[in-house]
């Protein structure tokens, strides 16, 4: 610690205050803006913490989460969504582990702090108390398998290789254990509702539409004219045309090219829409990391006798994906997000089972409770990505350390 008599004076010390004082007040026109932004805050804050604990009626949330969640799948199933969860818990604290085999520290203060208040969250939420204990149970799985997963990796450091195939096979079980089949009792896609059916959908489309997407950009790039003329036109027509009518015409023109006996259930079909959509925007993206690599790596390559999907796996495509991270995340929010548009083509998303709760008479007029419940739900699925995606950034990003 320096003496006093070394310090700077108080004026000139990076305190909380001065930064104020430097960024806040100063100049005076500064200062003035300041207070006024602040005030009218404050007006806004006051007002909704007003209407939010004397005038609002939030029982209709807790009343209708199994709703909201989960729409009309049937409750005797529902253990099939927890084992479900369970599952996904505890292979997130696995590839939580194998992929930070390396870190030093797993469990620094801002992961413990996020982990405290997800801890909080889930004794806060408005159901039964023995379903919020069993939600702590899958945030303490969460944690104890990052834990094991870190041993496990630093003993086997290649496993980190096999942490997405893992995660496709979780896929299919997940699918199987929702839809029932070998085994369990079948439950039609017309029961998929409610979150569960946006979260389905944006994940499925999102695992499909990355590799569509880094295939049609390489395509795009290709000295082949007939392979760069497909791709690009793909690209085009499906950036060209509005999400809500490639929903449409999955919905009604994909049954007129297949047998009766192949057509696939409308959510598979609006699954399909979402990918060709979004993997078309996602090529863009890719292209533009793509093109930031300059090509004297890939002569360089060449002159080193590696062939062209080697220098493509090896040397270009993780240094272009790198670069359009942000890009590429933001792609994958746009298409969570997009799944609210499902609801046009029949399917039960968590906004349309929302506007079936306020036509409920006993729930006639809460319109913004419910609305601001799913706003916060969406907003926690896009801050996860968003907070995964700057981690992802902050771990490839070795070259400015």
């Given at each position: 610690m320096l003496a006093s008599e070394t310090l700077p004076p108080p004026e000139m010390r990076d305190s909380p205050i001065n930064w104020a004082k430097k960024n806040l007040f100063s100049p005076w026109y500064n200062a003035i803006i300041t207070v006024v932004l602040l005030g009218l805050l404050a007006y806004g804050l006051y007002n909704f913490i007003d209407w939010a604990t004397t005038q609002a009626k939030w029982d209709v949330i807790p009343r209708n989460l199994n709703l909201f969640v989960a729409g009309t799948y049937p409750k005797t199933e529902r253990w099939r969504l927890w084992v479900l969860l369970g599952i996904i818990a505890v292979m997130s604290g696995l590839s939580w582990g194998v992929i930070a085999r390396s870190v030093a520290k797993l469990y620094s203060r801002s992961i413990l702090i996020g982990i405290a208040i997800a801890a909080v969250v889930c004794l806060l939420v408005p159901?039964?108390?023995?379903?919020?204990?069993?939600?702590?149970?899958?945030?303490?799985?969460?944690?104890?398998?990052?834990?094991?997963?870190?041993?496990i990796g630093r003993k086997v450091p290649s496993l980190g290789q096999w942490v997405a195939l893992n995660w496709f096979l979780v896929l299919i079980v997940g699918w199987w254990l929702i839809g029932g089949g070998l085994g369990l009792r079948e439950i039609r896609s017309s029961s998929w509702q409610g979150l569960m059916l946006n979260v389905l959908t944006a994940v499925i489309s999102i695992l499909l539409s990355f590799p569509l997407g880094v295939i049609m950009a390489l395509g795009?790039?290709?000295?082949?004219p007939v392979v760069r003329a497909l791709c690009i036109a793909y690209i085009e027509i499906f950036r060209g045309i509005p999400?809500?009518?490639?929903?449409?015409?999955?919905?009604?023109?994909?049954?007129?090219?297949l047998p009766e006996a192949w057509v696939p259930d409308n959510v598979f079909r609006a699954i399909i829409g979402l990918t060709l959509f979004s993997s078309a925007y996602l090529a863009e993206n890719v292209r533009g990391g793509l093109q930031s690599i300059p090509r004297g790596?890939?002569?360089?390559?060449?002159?080193?006798?590696?062939?062209?999907?080697?220098?493509?796996?090896?040397?270009?495509?993780?240094?272009?994906?790198?670069?359009?991270?942000?890009?590429?995340?933001?792609?994958?929010?746009?298409?969570?997000q997009d799944t609210t548009l499902l609801s046009?083509?029949?399917?039960?998303?968590?906004?349309?089972?929302?506007?079936?709760?306020?036509?409920n008479s006993d729930f006639g007029g809460r319109f913004i409770e419910v609305y601001l419940f799913d706003a916060l739900l969406f907003w926690c699925f896009c801050y996860a990505m968003s907070a995964g995606s700057r981690w992802v950034e902050r771990k490839v990003n070795t070259e400015h350390r």
């Open positions: 159901t039964l108390f023995p379903f919020r204990l069993l939600l702590l149970a899958m945030l303490g799985a969460v944690v104890a398998m990052a834990w094991v997963g870190q041993q795009r790039r290709s000295s082949l999400l809500v009518t490639i929903l449409f015409l999955g919905q009604v023109m994909v049954p007129l090219f790596q890939s002569e360089a390559a060449s002159a080193l006798g590696l062939s062209v999907p080697l220098t493509l796996g090896l040397i270009v495509l993780p240094q272009a994906l790198k670069a359009v991270i942000p890009a590429i995340v933001g792609q994958f929010i746009s298409l969570f046009l083509v029949g399917l039960v998303e968590v906004l349309k089972m929302s506007r079936s709760i306020l036509a």
